[in-house]
């Protein structure tokens, strides 16, 4: 049995960047100072494990009231702006992990809240950056998050009309998406905010599915970008299944496969994707 791994796997730029952030503080901390994380900083069961072993706790929003305050980490897909105001008003100190590329997105968002412009987020409205990007546009965008809701905007035809996207929104349903809003208004600034590392991870998980029999997608259940990727390649007629952690693998994975390929999403850390290759050669041994 073969197996290859996808070239790029591994933790992107945004997550490798946040996680470091995270590591640095806990590290640098006094002892019995508090350090918080505020939800999953990425969407990676193993590495919320590892930076809670470290010393930080991850808490809600609504835990805020109820904790001593410290340092807080903020995730890297971003964090509505009123949480991290209250997060001030209660003493906590701010640790913005925000990736750049989200960054991006959240200042487009706060330049057409300031104007007149309409603004659209393409995106899942309970994904965590979406909601962050809704704050940015003051709560006057409308988040659209499938081809169907796309009739439910009410916005004015011949307002000039900005467009960002989620991160890791799917490119395919972007164009589609966008394809039947720009007919709707007469002047409209589509802004491409998907992020290189989507489509890095979907490039090179193309080429390893053409070269095996079976591929393993690893990520966290959460992680949009790993579902996205492994809707990705069963789209496209391979055949594909998403794990967690190598304890999910299954004999009835590999029937009759000579080579197998794995992936990952974004926040899937190389270890983890290692772990799974060596599980893989050990179950078909
Ligand atoms: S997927 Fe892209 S936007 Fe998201 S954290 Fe990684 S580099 Fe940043």
Redo the contacts with the bound molecule.
Sequence with gaps: MQVIIAENAGF????KR?VKMAEEVLDSSEANEKIYILGEI?HNPQTVKMLEEKGAVTIDEKDLEAVEPGKLILR??GVPLEVIEKAKRLHFSIVDTT????KKAQIIADQNSKKENQLIIIGKKEHPEVKALLSHSLYNAIVIGSFDEVKNLNFKPDVKTVIIVQ??FSGNEFKKITGEIVLLYKEILVYNTI????YIRRTESLSVAEKTDVNIVVGGKNSS?TRELTNFLLEKGYKAFQIESPEEIRREFFDEAGCVGITGG??TPLSVIEDVKRAVEEFCL
Excluded: Q
């Design positions: 992107c730029f945004g997550v946040a990425i890297s897909h990736c750049p590329f989200v991160t890791t992020c290189n590392a989507t970008n974004a926040s």
